[in-house]
């Protein structure tokens, strides 16, 4: 198991191949996401430990996406059971990242609330929407910035870290830190594909509200944008399985 640096376009190319992969399975794609969405929000209402489980499953759960892309990659079947594939390697391993990923969200969100007293942090555990005017607060916006970079370098450690410890059987610690040297090697196409899509999941859909406003065809907004973030979303699933294939080899998973 060794990282390589790759050139930094690769990024985007992470976004076509995921792409790529999604068009191969549609249907079973759309299932497994429709799956994971009921399996979360079912947990989540667990009272007082729901949202901590679910946050506590987000690794498990991303090796099984990885899971999916592969079998994707190969035109084999997508089967609903591989959407578990991070319960059957390596469990222990990846409920321990599970506890540190709901570690390092608390300390984040518990940053958030020197800037805006917790607007941010209830909003994400509690669902309880903060008013307008708050949300377009300094002190809001100077908390969701807070949190937006404090979550850069919990995003590039469990980026690889769920399928290096699911099929290469990497601790926990080994994992977290593979994962983190190999996206700051990889930094200028993280880049890439970060700024390829804020493109797709922020500009297009604006631009297309902003199309309606001016035809005056607001009410066909939710019909419009929904179905595009249903596309996106095994998309960007995929993505993730496409830059661990280029960066740890196409022959890395066994």
């Known amino acids: 198991m060794q990282a390589r640096i790759v050139a930094a376009p690769r990024g985007a190319r992470w976004l076509a191949?995921?792409?790529?992969?999604?068009?191969?399975?549609?249907?079973?794609?759309?299932?497994?996401?429709?799956?994971?969405?009921?399996?979360?929000t079912v947990v989540s209402l667990?009272?007082?430990?729901?949202?901590?489980?679910?946050?506590?499953?987000?690794?498990?759960?991303?090796?099984?996406?990885?899971?999916?892309a592969r079998a994707a990659s190969r035109r084999a079947p997508l089967e609903p059971a591989l959407l578990f594939d991070g319960f059957r390697h390596e469990p222990r391993t990846q409920l321990l990242l599970g506890a540190v990923y709901l570690a390092s969200l608390a300390l984040l969100l518990a940053a958030s609330t020197l800037a805006d007293d917790g607007a941010l942090a209830r909003w994400m555990l509690t669902g309880a929407r903060p008013g307008d005017e708050e949300?377009?607060?300094?002190?809001?916006?100077?908390?969701?910035a807070t949190a937006a970079g404090l979550y850069l370098p919990v995003m590039f450690a469990f980026w690889f870290a769920p399928p290096l410890a699911a099929w290469h059987t990497v601790g926990a610690v080994k994992a977290l830190f593979f994962s983190v040297a190999a996206s700051l090697m990889n930094w200028r196409a993280f880049l890439v594909y970060g700024a390829v899509m804020a493109v797709i999941t922020l500009a297009v859909p604006f631009l297309l509200l902003q199309v309606l406003a001016l035809a005056?065809?607001?009410?066909?907004?939710?019909?419009?944008?929904?179905?595009?973030?249903?596309?996106?979303?095994?998309?960007?699933?995929?993505?993730?399985?496409?830059?661990?294939?280029?960066?740890?080899?196409?022959?890395?998973?066994?």
């Not at 249907?27 to 429709?34: P, R, Y």
């Not at 667990?46 to 999916?68: E, K, R, T, Y």
């Open 135 to 144: 949300l377009q607060s300094a002190d809001f916006v100077g908390a969701l």
């Open 17 to 40: 191949e995921g792409w790529q992969l999604f068009r191969a399975a549609p249907l079973g794609w759309l299932a497994a996401v429709f799956g994971y969405w009921l399996i979360m």
């Open 46 to 68: 667990v009272p007082v430990i729901g949202v901590a489980a679910a946050a506590i499953l987000v690794p498990a759960f991303s090796v099984g996406f990885m899971a999916l």
């Open 216 to 254: 005056g065809a607001t009410g066909l907004g939710p019909g419009i944008v929904l179905p595009f973030v249903i596309l996106i979303l095994p998309t960007l699933f995929a993505s993730f399985y496409a830059s661990y294939r280029d960066v740890f080899g196409y022959d890395a998973a066994p």
